[in-house]
């Protein structure tokens, strides 16, 4: 329950705070944000699966996070930075899709 | 075969859940629920912070096009006070003008020598009987995307509308108010058409003023400009009507159309 309530003080902090972004984080806002959503969904599975692991949660959201960020700068420094955030997204949001249709099966068994 | 499965079992490797192969937390004291709940609010956090920034990102926008319509409705203020005014200044001019002339005899032929001269050039408004020919873009073809449509009214038809009038007898024109005069321009400024430099949206009312209203009707049409105008129609679904009308009045010209060389 206390978590549950974590994620909404989160959205709600992020909507009034309004921090802002400095310029430079700017291309990577979108790639957290992916890697957010699949931390949070890939967490909800492991709780039907009945494996949730709070170390696991914070290490993989912060991982993905950075690999995610150093993806994307390397491709930034290469100069195919926007291919490479598409990269990024690709297999994250694929991430999201397998762990949201195993969520599916525990809940509606179909 | 079910399709999910299939891929589930290409991205096995990939994408294996981040959970797996470890084993679930098996004391649940009151610190760990808690840190739990930081994890999820620092999750959160970022999908806040981006739906903020998007919205500051939108907001920010449309004030720097809020922006720019106000200064654009406030240039277009000015350029209609400005009008007035020399409006104002034509007719105390006109007044002035016909105090001097009157009298003499000689100022009586130089007065209808500028009467007739005024007349030509669009300089005083005219009310007659004449037709209004209104024409329209096409509707949009929504599966056209955004290309310009074909059947956009462009400027060349209006050339050709209000050269077809000319032909046909018309003696005075304006395009949707606007009075044309023998230094008059049609042109095409990307999307818009303007008329004496001044942009026009459709649909496009020409009114003509003719002697004989319904001979000026029956002469256009028959004419290369009705005949473009029907081919318009049947090839690409312009919109066009031509009316015969009583007693229009179309105005003055404006000052900006007799600068018009000047203009930019």
């Known amino acids: ?110 | 075969m079910r399709v999910d499965a299939s891929l589930d079992a290409l991205l096995a490797d990939a994408l294996a859940s981040d959970y797996a192969n470890t084993a679930p937390n098996q004391n649940s004291g009151r610190l760990r629920v808690f840190f739990i709940a930081g994890a999820a609010t620092l999750v959160t956090l970022v999908l806040g912070m981006a739906i903020a920034q998007t919205r500051i990102q939108a907001s920010e926008n449309s004030l720097t096009r809020d922006a720019l319509v106000e200064r654009v409705t406030a240039a277009d203020r000015r350029v209609q006070e400005l009008e007035v005014s020399v409006l104002t200044a034509q007719n105390d001019l006109l007044n002035a003008e016909a105090a001097t002339l009157a009298g003499t005899s000689l100022g009586e032929q130089a007065r209808a020598r500028l009467d007739r001269l005024r007349l030509a050039t669009g300089q005083t408004e005219v009310t007659g009987d004449g037709v209004t020919v209104t024409i329209d873009d096409a509707p949009i073809d929504p599966l056209q995307g955004d290309e310009t449509p074909p059947g956009k009214v462009i400027d060349r038809d209006l050339q050709m509308i209000v050269n077809g009038l000319w032909q046909a007898g018309a003696t005075d024109i304006a395009i949707n108010g606007r009075r044309l005069t023998p230094t008059s321009a049609i042109r095409a400024a990307g999307e818009a058409i303007l008329v004496n430099y001044r942009p026009m949206s459709p649909p496009y009312v020409v009114s003509a003023i003719g002697s004989d209203a319904d001979q000026l009707a029956g002469r256009f049409r028959e004419n290369p400009a009705g005949l473009l105008l029907e081919e318009l129609e049947t090839q690409y679904g312009v919109i066009w009507e031509l009316q015969t009308v009583g007693d229009i009045t179309l105005p003055a010209a404006s000052s900006t159309s007799k600068n018009s060389e000047d203009a930019p």
């Not at chain 1, 959205?11 to 700017?26: E, Y």
């Not at chain 1, 997204?89 to 195993?102: D, E, H, K, S, W």
């Open chain 1, 1 to 110: 329950m206390i978590p549950a309530i974590g994620l909404l003080v989160g959205i709600v902090l992020g909507l009034l705070l309004q921090p802002t972004v400095p310029v430079w984080l700017q291309p990577y806002l979108p790639i957290a944000v992916v890697a957010a959503l699949d931390a949070v969904f890939g967490a909800f599975r492991s709780v039907l699966d009945g494996l949730f692991n709070d170390r696991i949660f914070v290490i993989s959201f912060l991982s993905n996070v950075l690999v995610a960020a150093v993806i994307v700068f390397l491709g930034d420094q290469l100069g195919v930075g926007s291919q490479m955030s598409t990269g990024v997204v690709v297999v994250l949001t694929m991430r999201i899709f397998a762990n949201v249709a195993a969520i599916r099966r525990h809940l509606l068994k179909a």
